[in-house]
């Protein structure tokens, strides 16, 4: 039997009468047409359906959508803003970080967090942080590329505008 | 950027030759993207294949009645409802969409359900019963080649052999005659697959039509590398004309070759729509990804090769042995691109090639990135260091004394044009230190120094690839590839090509490209590719060929629209046609680009004058580039790239861990289209390549896959890959597009034995088989230590079977065109643009 369950999703509110056994991936593809989530092995395995909960990269084929629903979600969808692009985004596309882009939701939603805790990742912590997405086109190469661009890209941004008007960062954590 | 160029001269391209993004790409970092498994259309239902849990057995009978009455379930095929037999290659229809009689490996596709979603499936899958008559096995090539009695594919000709070919080219025996030292050597090069993150799907919707004899129009969205193939079996399989069938791929999540084969989950729920009425949806799951394979052949290998004293090969003699698995697939072109490419990286001046390929009870075998040629140049290579030592020379003095040279043929009459090979070796030397590294290995250590457990060492490699199969899979007459152009009054552009972006960038390619010509900006344009009824044909992405032949042909299209645009600007400015030029979307007069006219308005002048404003131009490979023999059609081709490889890696001697460092991987592309997406192709094939050495190998226990899944089938994570320095070299191809050459596949050739020789230069023990593996450095160390010989890894072979099982061709270049080919000089200039 189908449950109502109430998702959090890029800062929408959805109600979804789902069935109680199917993943956050499945609802979030199937019932909600959040296609940007991709799914790569449903086992945990390949990183391609990583999702942010409250900011936090969790792997949305092995998470229930019934034990999250207090849990602010952001999918690829949610990473772009009122149409202004991430700088993750913008540089990944930019310095060729995405070749077939079936891996590229994933990476850019982990990295997008890992920018928030460290805003100038050493290349340990980039490669610490999206050793659980796996890329079977670049070689990871242009991955760390365009993750070191992005940090400056940011890092001018705050020392130019000052601390009021950094980007929304969409990896961070839900208010109240 | 680690990517440098090295190029011959500076041109005064806008577009071509500079770093930009992907035109598509956007909709990749934002989510928009659509691929095969995204398309949800209305009344959908979801597909899944039953398969077989034998891997050799007969189908007794298949009871589906129980299956049909689960509640959502709405239609079931068997075998017998696709009685066709299809395949990629016109000589190997062997495959059914659904088994009839024999089941042939674990995942041979049994039965096919439609339901109305997929938890109904998992039900359904679990009440079909199919009884079996389970037959004995066979796993390997040996087994293959010991069992003739146990027929596993009636395509075998003897035995299991699928295929045997034999070709002499030169005099071989005068060519060992001639050889001061000789060597032998056995490898074994083990089987992996492609692991696309994105696994096979489809959706197929079916419209009927009353009042038409064929009943409807199909459409088929899928994952594909070849839509124009897909079309080809599914009109056969289904018996529908091509007319009546539209296949287009969408985005497709990685490639690799895995997804060049027509597939049984797409003439399944091609089948199951036009049942039903309704789209049906398959998508594969991870494990059947691993099933469904078509990756690399694993290769039993035997060389033999004479040498002069100061390194000049006089002869080679190679054989190889491949497991095909329980299908044709491409493996017959398989069989041929393991012996035919030896020629093209270095000089023979005699050659003789035996293959066979094997049917083994495993999921076919067929095209993984570098498509049968990259066992042989692991094992070529690695010989060739072995031989290096033997006779104390540098190993990369011998390399570069036998070159193979441009603009000369080969002994088995391939035509080389462009190549820098001697200038890729000479770079990756040079920036890996090379030099300096065995200078300071080869220091004794000094006093006090402990003996570390950590050994380092640095290995070398080249290789080369074919930008473009010369010879299309079904041999006709026909273009390979070709674009349509159609401009519009308000000024758009749109480009139709049937080429299909796996992620390498053609679809940007073809963008770049018309840009250049018509002097406008990539984004400016629209682009349809990869729909067989939209796109004229391209025939595919495989054999590295897009980039060489769509891009001929989209140039060709491009000028023809420009001739027209040029008629009316010189007229409308009154400046002559040879001082135009179109470029920031304009077309102005080069000596005073006050004088310019809007790109649009050109194109209202033009549409005024000519009517519609549309182009086509086709690319087909020249005639001449290969031999006059039998099975001359496979390796030629009209370009061919060459790469090389240093890789540096660290051995600890008690564990046998082996880290590879570095690689260091510089590539003759002619000219970048794009250095970004070049850069990228490299980085890309280097870490498949190091998977492969060191990790990567689809292996099978009592008959099933031991590891399909991500977790067990080891594929390099961030953690893992070493870092990748490209280095890009470019000296224009006097056919390709801008001079360019692929990059897709050639890059990964070289890595494998870089990192071979290199662990050889560490420890000084040779691991004949791949991957490099742990335990077998630690069981050649330990073997090595105590003298026990008969417990190193040593590859060797069942009998061979003598003799060879088909008639020896020979064939030498003086029976073909004597006319020496035109010689162009080239210089080579290394200017770094970092």
């Known amino acids: ?176 | 950027m680690s990517a440098t160029l090295h190029h011959q001269q500076k041109h005064s391209y806008r577009v071509i030759g500079t770093p930009r993004p992907k035109v598509d790409v956007y909709g990749k970092v934002t989510g928009r993207a659509l691929y095969a498994d995204d398309i949800m259309l209305p009344r959908m239902l979801y597909g899944r294949l039953l398969r077989s849990p034998h891997p050799h057995a007969r189908i007794l009978s298949i009871d589906i009645r129980r299956a049909l009455e689960l509640p959502g379930v709405v239609a079931i095929l068997t075998g017998d409802d696709l009685p066709e037999k299809f395949g990629i290659l016109p000589s190997s229809q062997d495959e059914y969409a659904l088994a009839l009689e024999k089941v042939r490996y674990v995942g041979d596709p049994v039965a096919a359900v439609a339901a109305l979603d997929p938890d109904t499936l998992d039900e359904a899958i679990k009440l079909i019963q199919v009884d079996y008559e389970v037959l004995p096995a066979l796993m390997s090539i040996d087994e293959a080649l010991a069992h003739p009695d146990v027929k596993i594919n009636d395509d075998a000709r003897i035995g299991n052999i699928h295929k045997a070919v034999s070709y002499e080219f030169g005099d071989v025996n005068a060519g060992f005659a001639e050889a001061d030292f000789i060597r032998e050597d056995w490898f074994y090069y083990e089987g992996n697959t492609h692991a696309p993150i994105e696994a096979h799907a489809c959706v197929a919707s079916w419209e009927p039509n009353p009042g038409s004899p064929v009943g409807g129009k199909l459409t088929l969205w899928s994952s594909t590398q070849t839509p124009h193939y897909v079309h080809r079996e599914l009109s056969k399989v289904l018996k529908v004309p091509q007319s009546h069938i539209r296949v287009i791929a969408p985005n497709v999540g990685g490639g690799f070759g895995g997804k060049s084969d027509p597939f049984s989950h797409e003439i399944c729920a091609s089948e199951l729509s036009r049942r039903t009425g309704r789209p049906v949806k398959i998508t594969c799951t991870r494990e059947e990804v691993f099933l469904i394979h078509r990756g690399r052949h694993p290769v039993k290998m035997w060389i033999k090769t004479g040498v002069k004293r100061d390194g000049t090969l006089t002869a080679m003699h190679f054989r190889s042995f491949l497991d095909g698995g329980a299908y044709g697939s491409y493996g017959v072109a398989t069989t041929y691109y393991t012996g035919v490419l030896q020629t093209v990286t270095y000089k023979l001046p005699s050659y003789k090639f035996e293959g066979m390929r094997l049917f083994t009870n495993k999921p076919p075998c067929g095209p993984k990135r570098g498509h049968g040629t990259t066992q042989p140049r692991y094992a070529v290579e690695v010989h060739l260091d072995k031989i290096a030592h033997d006779l104390g020379i540098d190993p990369v003095a011998l390399r570069l004394h036998n070159l193979i040279e441009p603009y000369t043929r080969t002994i088995n009459g391939l035509r080389i044009t462009s190549c820098a090979l001697g200038e890729c070796l000479q770079q990756v030397v040079e920036r890996s230190g090379w030099d300096t590294f065995h200078a300071q290995k080869n220091n004794p250590p000094t006093q006090g120094q402990q003996e570390i457990p950590l050994k380092r060492g640095m290995g070398i490699a080249a290789s080369s690839y074919i930008c473009g199969a010369g010879k299309p899979i079904y041999w006709n007459d026909l273009p390979h590839s070709s674009v349509q152009i159609r401009l519009d009054r308000g000024g758009g552009v749109t480009v139709y090509c049937g080429s299909t972006d796996i992620g390498q960038g053609s679809t940007s390619i073809l963008a770049y490209i018309v840009a250049e010509e018509l002097g406008i900006q990539p984004e400016h344009i629209h682009l349809e590719t990869a729909d067989t009824t939209l796109t004229p044909v391209d025939l595919g992405s495989y054999s590295s060929r897009v980039t060489f032949m769509a891009g001929n042909a989209a140039i060709a299209a491009a000028r023809k629209l420009k001739e027209q645009l040029f008629a009316v600007a010189t007229e409308h400015l009154q400046v002559p046609l040879e001082h135009l030029e179109a470029a920031d979307g304009i077309i102005y007069n080069e000596h005073d680009p006050g004088v310019a006219l809007p790109f649009v308005k050109a194109v209202q002048l033009a549409e005024a004058r000519f009517g519609a404003l549309v182009t086509a131009g086709s690319y087909a490979p020249p005639e001449g580039i290969h031999g006059d023999y039998k099975g001359a059609g496979v390796g030629p081709s009209p370009a061919y790239s060459y790469s090389t490889c240093v890789a540096q890696v660290a051995v600890d001697v008690e564990t046998g861990e082996l880290v590879v460092e570095k690689l260091w991987l510089a590539h003759d592309v002619g000219q970048s289209i794009n250095p970004l997406l070049v850069a990228g192709q490299v980085e890309g094939g280097a870490y498949m390549g190091y998977g492969e050495a060191v990790m990567e190998q689809q292996v099978f226990r009592k008959g099933r896959h031991k590891i399909p899944s991500l977790l067990d089938y080891k594929l390099a994570t961030t953690l893992d890959t070493p870092e990748i320095e490209t280095i890009l070299i470019e000296i224009p191809d006097q056919e390709g597009p801008f001079g360019g050459k692929e990059a897709g596949q050639g890059p990964l050739n070289p890595v494998i034995p870089a990192i071979a020789n290199a662990v050889y230069d560490a420890v000084g023990l040779r691991i004949d088989e791949t991957p490099i593996t742990p335990d077998k450095i630690l069981r050649a160390l330990k073997a090595t230590a105590a003298t026990r010989p008969t417990q190193r890894i040593v590859v060797s072979p069942q009998e061979a079977p003598s003799p060879w099982p088909t008639r020896l061709i020979t064939w030498s270049p003086r029976e073909a065109s004597t006319q020496p080919s035109q010689v162009i000089s080239q210089s080579v200039s290394t200017k770094g643009v970092s």
């Open chain 1, 1 to 176: 039997m189908r449950e109502l369950i109430t998702l959090h999703v890029n800062g929408e509110r959805h109600e979804v009468a789902a069935l109680p056994h199917h993943t956050l991936l499945e609802v979030l593809r199937e019932d909600l047409g959040l296609i940007g989530t991709k799914h790569g092995c449903e086992l945990g395995e390949c990183g391609a359906c990583t999702v942010l909960l409250d900011g936090m990269p969790v792997l949305s084929c092995l998470t229930l959508p019934i034990e999250v629903q207090h849990c602010e979600i952001t999918t690829i969808e949610g990473l772009e803003q009122n149409g202004t692009l991430h700088p993750l985004q913008e540089t990944f596309a930019e310095l060729g970080a995405a070749q077939c882009g079936y891996c590229t939701p994933g990476i850019l939603l982990a990295g997008a967090a890992l920018l928030r805790d460290h805003p100038q990742p050493t290349r340990e912590q980039t490669k610490e942080a999206l050793s659980g997405n796996l890329c079977r086109c670049t070689g990871y190469t242009k991955i760390y590329e365009a993750v070191d661009a992005a940090s400056q890209r940011m890092q001018r941004h705050v020392r130019g505008l000052g601390e009021r008007s950094t980007p929304s960062n969409p990896g961070a954590r839900r208010l109240s």
